[in-house]
């Protein structure tokens, strides 16, 4: 299959990898993100009009969430309508818009393995989402895939899937945005702060488009709710020093955790 990849970050360097027995298309603006990539089937290129002439079966959007629109209306003029389009954006907002007045046939997927806290080159037991309202031929490509890798895989709806990712990044990375912010001195004794820490720095260590992309989930407020909830809740136990309802707190919350 020919398979053309738009942005080579992190994301798109693992597909370029993972892809590589195809016919590939590699683009980004950025000449310095294009070195080292070499392959015998491999196009390299900064100009995106490249693309016509290597007339790809797919496209893989990968830039960021900020940039994934524009890309795909750029791609307009170089593409057929035949070419199957598709994002690896961990929010899809507007992106579903799109697909909706899209003329292409599209896929949406998200790997559950941010380059921050697992190997890529391990992905073996990660997870990764496939939107139920993707292109057939592209959905068994990628269930294909993501089988061999040996990856959990998911189906949700476009809707379905930013909803669940507002609770199961946005909860975690606002958790750590606060702690990061209350953070007087960087160094004191404690396995659990040092933990922590190290959470803090990874989580941080991330592109600013792509933790603000996460925050920007229309879903986002509303996990940031529950936090305040739980927090007022808090500081109402710690006020009356009540044993025995900070003793039931917290064994719901262990039962909250149980796998």
């Known amino acids: 299959m020919r398979i053309a990849i738009i942005g080579m970050g992190k994301m798109g360097r693992f597909f370029a990898e993972i892809l590589k027995e195809h016919s590939l298309f590699v683009y980004d603006i950025d000449n310095k993100k294009l070195e080292n990539i070499k392959g015998e089937n491999t196009v390299v290129s900064d100009k995106l009009e490249d693309i016509t002439e290597f007339n790809p079966h797919m496209v893989i959007n990968a830039v960021n969430l900020k940039n994934t629109i524009p890309v795909f209306k750029q791609l307009e003029e170089f593409i057929s309508p035949k070419v199957i389009i598709g994002d690896i954006a961990s929010v899809k907002g507007d992106i579903i818009d799109y697909y909706r007045k899209a003329k292409n046939p599209f896929f949406s997927i998200h790997p559950m393995f941010g380059p921050t806290f697992a190997d890529l080159g391990k992905v073996k037991g990660e997870c990764v989402v496939i939107m139920e309202e993707s292109d057939s031929s592209a959905k068994e490509f990628f269930t294909n895939l993501f089988?061999?890798?040996?990856?959990?895989?998911?189906h949700f709806s476009l809707d379905e899937h930013d909803r669940t990712m507002a609770y199961s990044l946005t909860l975690p990375f606002v958790a750590t945005f606060i702690f990061a912010g209350c953070i007087d001195i960087k160094t004191v004794p404690g396995t659990t702060f040092k933990k922590h820490l190290e959470i803090a720095k990874g989580l941080l260590s991330e592109d600013n488009f792509l933790l603000s992309e996460i925050l920007f989930n229309k879903h986002s407020v509303k996990e940031i709710n529950k936090v305040q909830s739980q927090l007022e809740y808090l500081k109402h136990i710690i006020n009356q020093k009540d044993s025995e309802t900070a003793f039931d707190y917290l064994n719901k919350l262990r039962k909250n955790i149980e796998v």
């Open 147 to 154: 089988k061999n890798l040996g990856l959990n895989i998911y």
